[in-house]
């Protein structure tokens, strides 16, 4: 059984940029979930996508914004961006929305 | 709404030593509960999980039990290693889709 992994390790974005993050599920994982963890904070819910379609969403703005598709992959993107969105991205695949969730490594986004 | 408390940081320990580390939560409804683990520089592990009241989640030595009638999910080893030292995160999903609500972390250094 393969893991969570995700993609790239570490980014480096200027203010105003926009970026794509990507996460591979674990085959047969048919729900994925996005967080926002600040240093030194717990992760932070972003929003959930379940066969494909957004499936509950946490206090982010709308430039925040995820695709999940068929062959267990998914993107998180995230427009005009802010230095306050500097965190570690993650994100968590399950069998389905009622399920635990597996985590990824993380995408350290940093944005100057 | 569904939040969760743990006892704040750092916890330092010499090795063997007894660790309890304290949680909290408020939700509506019967949620589960996890508890995670993150070494440095890596993302989130699950370490063990419970489902219902009174049941025991336990993994590598740690244990934890769903205590509905006081809302805690205390963290305990009996004797701890250098290789535990690591932030710890307690957490909660409740009914729905499954949202992950975590608490502010604590972070355990072990020392020789």
Known sequence: ?112 | GDSVTQMEGPVTLSEEAFLTINCTYTATGYPSLFWYVQYPGEGLQLLLKATKADDKGSNKGFEATYRKETTSFHLEKGSVQVSDSAVYFCALSGWGYQKVTFGTGTKLQVIP
């Open chain 1, 1 to 112: 059984e393969t893991g969570v992994t995700q993609s790239p390790t570490h980014l480096i974005k200027t203010r105003g940029q926009q970026v794509t993050l990507r996460c591979s599920s674990q085959s047969g994982h048919n729900t994925v979930s996005w967080y926002q963890q600040a240093l030194g904070q717990g992760p932070q819910f972003i929003f959930q996508y379940y066969r494909e379609e957004e499936n509950g969403r946490g206090n982010f703005p709308p430039r925040f914004s995820g695709l999940q598709f068929p062959n267990y992959s998914s993107e998180l993107n995230v427009n005009a961006l802010e230095l306050d969105d500097s965190a570690l991205y993650l994100c968590a695949s399950s069998l389905d929305d009622t399920d635990t969730q597996y985590f990824g490594p993380g995408t350290r986004l940093t944005v100057l």
